[in-house]
């Protein structure tokens, strides 16, 4: 090849391409839950606060204090399983918060992607092996 020639076109680079595209989408998708489970855990650390204190009202304690339950299960279970100190919450909620996101976020993922993205392929039209007829 001299200076102004172009190599020939390779299918690989667009193979390649649309593998990276299909990662960066996952991972995006991926990022995008647990930012979204991290906000849904600093409420619920925090929910306390905002029912006392903005809203005034035993009755938003309540409801922030059961739904936060729901909301942090996740890191409560992991705490319980692994028989760690359950005062986290108290001295750093931001660990407490990031621990549930990354946990309630990979678990949404994980419900949500057969729903988000979908096989091309139906499983009964994928070709089997020569062995398995």
Not at 60 to 76: K, N, T, W
Not at 115 to 125: G, L, S, T, V, Y
Request: hydrophobic residues 45%.
């Amino acid at each position: 090849m001299l200076g102004g020639e172009n190599p020939p076109a390779s299918r690989d680079h667009t193979v390649h391409f649309s593998f990276m595209k299909n990662v960066a989408k996952y991972v995006s998708t991926l990022l995008a839950f647990v930012l979204v489970s991290y906000g849904l855990s600093w409420l619920s650390v925090f929910s306390f606060w905002f029912g006392a204190r903005v809203f005034h009202s035993v009755f938003a304690v309540r409801a922030g204090e059961a739904i936060g339950s729901c909301i942090l299960g996740p890191v409560r279970l992991l705490y319980w399983i692994m028989n760690w100190d359950q005062s986290t919450p108290l001295y750093d909620p931001e660990l407490y918060a990031w621990m549930n996101a990354g946990l309630l976020g990979i678990l949404a993922y994980a419900v949500c992607r057969r729903w988000m993205f979908p096989d091309p392929k139906p499983r009964n039209e994928i070709p089997h092996c020569e062995g398995d007829r």
